[in-house]
């Protein structure tokens, strides 16, 4: 029976991520995607390996003997997912970048039908339908006609590619489910450092060191709460829950983001709030499981 903190494990997680959407947004204009994404696994790192360590004390030994796929996974998840997620945001508008990721949802289900042969019911189904419809509402503020006439530039191709890295990344993360989930990010995040540390000399003089408060904060905020505690509430949702149903919940990041900015100053719509109340309608019935429906226990370290 599924229990209650994994469905609160799953918000919040979605909550930190829909911050790091905002904060990277303005931190394109001062720091490089290559500053950003390993700036925010630095400061990741120094709270990973303790919390890993004093919550979980893991037979560290065991954990290293699957360095091959958290070698991978540290490829696609903690560099590559973000890093084209930062750069996109250098092309494309907030509002084009969270239209294509609303379809993460859905290639995730895809994916997770195809090669993992998880099943869905037809209220799942319905469910994923109303959350999207929710995510488009919000994103158009009502003028759904704009899915059809957006111009799709650069960024919208990055983020497509983004996509269909971050699903990859679930579905081989499910090889890791013997690992303490923790454990597992926290050398993900290790390989990734390492990864990029040549890459961050060779471009070390294309950094930018004088910073704003701003981007102090925000570059500080991104690597504590999305990489550190959304990481570790996914990983661990992930371990009690299909991956096509834990998808679903991606769509609050956009309901969140809306949020926040309604925080920062700017108006949302009655019909954006319509949108907001669909999405977690939609995410309700997702994870309703259905009468037929077998349970699946699928771990997958989202990073």
Partial sequence: MKKIYVLLFLVLANLFWAGNYVFGEYLVAEMSPLQMTFSRWLIAVIFLVPLAHWIERPNWRNVWKEWKTLFILALLGVISYNFLLYEA????????AALVNSINPAVIVLFSVLFLKEKISSKNGIGLVVSLLGVLLVLTKGQLHLIIHNAYNQGDLLMLIAILVWTIYSIIGRKTKEIPPISATSISVIFALIIMLPMVVVSGSNFNFHLSQHAVMGIVYMGIFPSVGSFIFWNISLRQIDASKAGVYLNLITVFTAIFSLLLGNSISFVQVIGGILVF?????????????KVQKLSVIKT
């Fill in 281 to 293: 309608i939609g995410v309700y019935l997702t994870s309703v499981k259905g009468n037929k429906e």
């Fill in 89 to 96: 945001l250098q092309y494309t508008t907030s509002l084009n």
